[in-house]
């Protein structure tokens, strides 16, 4: 089942949520700050020991001190237009976190819309692709939950699932 909420994605109770992070896993702003502060130290600790990720990529640690048992970093695109392989590279990250999910026997997973704070990714457009990916993933899972930070973001996703 695909649901949609609108919460700050750090304070679920799910088996993994997923991080809007950058190539090198450091930490940065926006949702990655936010998981980041939640979890505690530890959860730098385990990023730099893996070093880095490429973008559609994604890799998997602890929660740490989050209610959710695992973060798993995924590295969207920089919205430079379209033309920069931009679809391909966010659909890869809805996928192969679903992917490592899978692998480490999570059923429930929130997701927040990678790509669309500072990378600039059209929220629209990002939020069909995201939507594609978890309609090929929905039966291998409990919940699959669409985590909006705004009214205006949930609106959205409720529009382009009941369109598809
Ligand atoms: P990116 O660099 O991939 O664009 P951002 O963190 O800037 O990542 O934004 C990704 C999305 O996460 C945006 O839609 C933003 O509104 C949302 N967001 C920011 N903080 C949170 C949070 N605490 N919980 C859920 N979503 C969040």
């Not at 896993?25 to 939640?38: C, M, Q, S, T």
């Not at 929905?138 to 985590?147: A, H, T, V």
Request: with cysteine; proline share 5%; net charge neutral.
């Amino acid at each position: 089942m695909i649901k949609v909420i609108q919460a700050d994605i750090t304070t679920l109770s799910v088996d993994a949520i997923v991080n809007a992070a950058n190539t090198t896993l450091l930490g940065g702003g926006g949702v990655d700050g936010a998981i980041h502060r939640a979890a505690g130290p530890e959860l730098l600790a385990a990023c730099r020991k893996i070093g880095g990720c490429p973008t559609g990529e994604a890799r998997i640690t602890p929660g740490f001190k989050l209610p959710a048992k695992w973060v798993i970093h995924t590295v969207g695109p920089v919205w430079h237009g379209g033309d920069r392989n931009e679809p391909t590279l966010l659909a890869n990250c809805y996928r192969n976190s679903l992917e490592l999910a899978l692998k480490n026997g999570a059923k429930t997973i929130a997701f927040p819309g990678i790509s669309t704070g500072v990378y600039g990714y059209p929220k629209d457009q990002a939020a069909k692709i995201a939507v594609i990916v978890m309609r090929e993933y929905e039966n291998k899972f409990d919940e699959i939950i669409c985590c909006c930070f705004s009214g205006g973001d949930k609106a959205l996703y409720e529009k382009v699932l009941a369109e598809d």
